[in-house]
């Protein structure tokens, strides 16, 4: 059964490594300078003669407030006209972005993204969902998987109505705790009525799916009162919820200086509030699906689980890994055949790229053979927590056990220690490695040597 999960503190403190997760491999912090537009074009033109389906994401990065805990590529201001130029600029790149692809490539999962996409009046969200309408094939028929993140605070029943209207049918909000010390210590005051309100009216409209953010390890959280917001939450009856491990690293992201390192609850109390979480929502009947994911049986995630059709992008865990992933918006990264490339994270410089009528990528890598195998390879042990030697060597056309023979200790050192099951056909994670799965990912990492760990999140 793949939801079974075995809380093993020993292993955990051993393997409880900082690493990348792995929504794509190379992942960004091997991006360069290098590969520019010349090299999205060339892309955009192989996905139009594949005729691949495609995945959009698009990127609204402004907050009305700030979040201490923040590491997202946001502009935080209460002028919301500063969005008018912004989206002048983006619809220009959807624009030039849609000319090089086929009007036959359907889209069939698209994710506003931030910030706060709901920062943007009704009228902005219905002039650039018309836009997007006007130039790729968005599908009309409420088939596809088109999401959007809800920040409560800034959406209302009226939000709701036009986000259903405009063809939105998933939800994702942002509450990470309902306790009001730890609220006021992350400055985000949110009630659990207006989270409600907006759920209440998600299922009113019959959006398909809703998912919940909560984050631990957050300024004055206690095990306590954590699982006091994950009891709330499981009322609520999410599809799927993310918990997410706070990462403070205030000398990479600015907002984070704001908290108080005092009132970060030590490394001991963190596990003690996965473990009672995981507990919480295991006995409510969600499923661990892998890296912070959780979703009832029947969620379509679960499902791919279960049929080891599960895929893994920028977007996340996701159903579809088969589509081109293009990313429009300041930061914005896309992922077309082996093109990985990301628009400049400064707004200005986005802008004026897109005003002198260029394309704003600004960085990017092409995947080589050995980054396409080792791909496969994260890619099933993240989703399936299952590897099979053949497929891979089908696949690729390799001998499994001769290319990767310096890593077989470190693999039989995690069979040892019971984080795996290693044979010569395969390697199934193990109920005690499973949230520990991104350390045996990091074992295939070709890159992980020559980085700075202190770039990446622990694994827990």
């Known amino acids: ?31 360069h300078s ?41 502009v935080i201001t209460k002028d ?14 959807i624009q030039l972005i849609a000319c090089h692809l086929d009007p036959g490539q359907k889209v069939e999962q698209l994710h506003f993204g931030g910030g706060t996409p709901t920062f943007l009046s009704h009228d902005e969200l219905r002039q650039l969902m018309g836009h997007l309408r006007q130039h790729f094939n968005l599908l009309d028929d409420d088939s596809g998987d088109y999401g ?46 207006e989270t409600r309100a907006v759920i209440e009216a998600a299922r009113t409209l019959q959006f398909r799916s809703i998912n919940i953010d909560l984050i631990y390890g957050l300024p004055k959280q206690t095990p306590d009162n954590f699982a006091r917001t994950v009891e709330e939450v499981i009322n609520l009856q999410p599809d799927r919820l993310s918990v997410f491990n706070y990462a403070h690293l205030p000398e990479r992201f600015m907002p984070q200086r704001r908290i108080n390192s005092h009132e970060l609850p030590a490394p001991a ?18 499923r661990y699906i ?3 994911h959780f979703a009832l049986p029947d969620d379509e995630l679960a499902i791919a689980q279960e049929e080891s059709t599960l895929q ?23 992922q077309i055949g082996d093109l990985y490339c990301q628009n400049s994270s400064d707004l200005t410089q986005y802008q004026n790229l897109l005003g002198g009528a260029q394309l704003a990528t600004s960085r990017g890598l092409v995947c080589n053979q050995d980054d396409r195998i080792r791909r496969a390879v994260i890619q099933q042990l993240i989703c399936n927590f299952s590897l099979d030697f053949e497929a891979i060597e089908q696949q690729f056309n390799i001998d499994f056990r001769g290319y990767f023979g310096e890593l077989w200790p470190q693999l ?8 795996i099951k290693l044979s010569n056909e395969n390697i199934e994670v193990l109920p005690a490695g499973r949230l520990l799965v991104r350390s045996v990912c990091m074992v295939f990492d070709a890159y992980l040597e020559q980085q700075n760990r202190q770039r990446f999140s622990r694994v827990i």
């Open 1 to 31: 059964m793949l939801d079974a999960i075995r809380w093993d503190t020993d292993l955990i403190r051993r393997y409880d490594l900082a690493g990348p997760r792995y929504t794509s491999y190379p992942t960004a912090v091997q991006f």
């Open 34 to 74: 290098q590969v520019g537009t010349f090299d999205l074009l060339h892309a955009l033109r192989e996905s139009r003669k594949a005729l691949r389906p495609l995945s959009l994401y698009v990127h609204v990065p402004f907050c009305a407030n700030i979040c201490y805990y923040c590491a997202c590529n946001k």
């Open 80 to 93: 919301r006209g500063r969005a008018l130029p912004y989206l002048q600029r983006l619809e220009q790149e």
């Open 148 to 193: 959007i993140e809800i920040d409560p605070r800034e959406a209302d029943w009226s939000t709701m109505g036009l986000l259903r209207e405009l063809g939105f049918n998933r939800v994702s909000i942002g509450l990470q705790d309902l306790d009001p010390a730890v609220q006021r210590a992350v400055n985000r005051l949110q009630s659990l009525e």
């Open 269 to 286: 109390e963190k596990l003690q509030m996965l473990q009672r979480t995981i507990e919480q929502l295991t006995a409510a009947g969600y």
């Open 290 to 292: 892998g890296m912070d």
């Open 312 to 334: 893994r992008n920028f977007q996340g865990y996701t159903t579809h890994g088969h589509c081109d992933l293009i990313g429009l918006g300041v930061s914005a990264i896309s």
């Open 412 to 419: 039989q050192a995690m069979a040892e220690d019971g984080l």
